[in-house]
């Protein structure tokens, strides 16, 4: 199989080689991806938010940032972290410091999917101008070549058409699929730093204002 596909490799023209390096680019950025946002930056918000909630709620806040400071590198709860770490300091403050943490952590979590993307394109088109090379080359050879050559020359023409375009193809299929799941997998990570920093907020507003009108 590896002869087989050496043999459509030389085949295929000078942009095989380009069409390659798009393909170890797009396996490059995709293990670094999966790497940080599902070993690092990702965690069960869900769970965590429900136990932050009961510490907050029985006035163990301390308790609390301790638990977020085990998640280690996890997005959510670092910007939880930075919420409880004002929660005594009003809303705005807390606001802010959610806020500012966020504004730190998107640039990370969306750091190079949009590359995928373009590269994707980029194998693809350089799929189609190896198809128009190779045609070209056939129709060169019709019509310039010596009669014992046309039919080597056209198979050559036709080779580098046909091989450069399932190659990029080949590339880009899978990197459109390797995008979604990344797309997927940091959108789920910002939609959970949206929806429990909005609830820790709430909970952290809603303490103080206990706290007031026990007062």
């Known amino acids: 199989m590896l002869q087989s596909f050496a043999v459509f490799y030389r085949e295929g023209?000078?942009?095989m080689h380009f069409i390659a390096i798009c393909g170890f680019y797009i396996i490059g950025v995709a293990a670094y991806k999966f790497w940080f946002l599902i070993m690092k930056f990702n965690t069960n918000g869900e769970n965590l938010m429900k136990q932050i909630q009961k510490l907050v709620?029985?006035?163990n806040v301390d308790k609390a940032i301790k638990l977020c400071s085990a998640a280690g590198d996890a997005a959510l709860a670092t910007v939880l972290k930075a919420g409880l770490s004002r929660a005594n300091r009003g809303e705005v403050e807390i606001s802010n410091a959610i806020e500012e943490t966020v504004l730190?952590?998107?640039p990370k979590i969306t750091k190079l999917t949009p590359t995928i993307a373009v590269v994707n394109n980029?194998?693809?088109l350089?799929?189609?101008l190896g198809t128009i090379q190779g045609l070209i080359q056939a129709f060169d050879a019709v019509a310039h070549a010596a009669p014992e050559q046309k039919s080597a020359l056209l198979a050559n023409g036709i080779a580098v058409a046909m091989n450069t375009t399932g190659f990029g193809l080949g590339v880009a299929i899978p990197g459109m699929a390797i995008h979604m799941v990344i797309s997927s997998l940091q959108n789920k990570i910002l939609n959970d730093i949206d929806l429990y920093?909005?609830?820790?907020v709430n909970i952290l507003v809603s303490r103080e204002n206990s706290t007031a009108?026990?007062?």
């Open 13 to 15: 023209g000078m942009f």
């Open 57 to 59: 709620m029985a006035n």
């Open 104 to 106: 730190d952590y998107t």
């Open 122 to 124: 980029l194998s693809t």
């Open 126 to 128: 350089l799929g189609l």
């Open 197 to 200: 920093s909005v609830k820790l």
């Open 213 to 215: 009108a026990a007062e």
